[in-house]
């Protein structure tokens, strides 16, 4: 099972470009009792965007196959903040830039998939995420 704790691990591993992005947050971050996660997965949208401007399709997959196991093997926390804080960013142009969410789909797994499409529909008809 993936934890919040644990979360950002697989991650790491897999976006080398994203490390030095991550530890910066961390140093912002270092006298806080806990770290604001949805503020780190909007510095992941924003570098994922990077990665649609260069075409990067290797690293996304990666990317997106950490956040299809983030679906699937994640606890409710994990669950959530992957929907609700990752998958909403990348929904968001005026995060991420116009005409980025529609290059992104195309690397969404059947989980992550499925999410997306419910925070769509959140966004567009008002129907609620669960």
């Known amino acids: 099972m993936i934890s919040k704790e644990t979360m950002m691990?697989?991650?790491l591993q897999v976006a080398e470009g994203f490390?030095?992005?991550w530890n910066e947050f961390l140093d912002e971050w270092?006298?806080?009792?806990?770290?604001?996660?949805?503020?780190?997965?909007?510095?992941?949208a924003r570098y994922v965007s990077t990665l649609?401007?260069?075409?990067?399709?290797?690293?996304?997959?990666?990317?997106?196959?950490v956040v299809e196991r983030w679906h699937l093997e994640?606890?409710?926390f994990v669950k959530e903040t992957a929907t609700v804080g990752l998958l909403e960013d990348l929904q968001n142009t005026n995060v991420v830039g116009v005409g980025v969410p529609q290059k992104i789909e195309p690397f969404l797994l059947p989980q992550?998939?499925?999410?997306?499409?419910?925070v769509s529909l959140f966004w567009s008809e008002g129907r609620v995420i669960n």
Request: glycine share 4%; charged share 35%.
């Open 9 to 11: 691990l697989p991650i």
């Open 19 to 21: 490390k030095p992005i």
């Open 30 to 44: 270092s006298n806080e009792d806990e770290f604001p996660v949805y503020l780190a997965l909007s510095d992941l």
């Open 52 to 65: 649609v401007e260069k075409s990067d399709g290797e690293e996304l997959r990666d990317i997106f196959s």
């Open 74 to 76: 994640g606890d409710k």
């Open 112 to 118: 992550t998939k499925l999410w997306w499409q419910k």
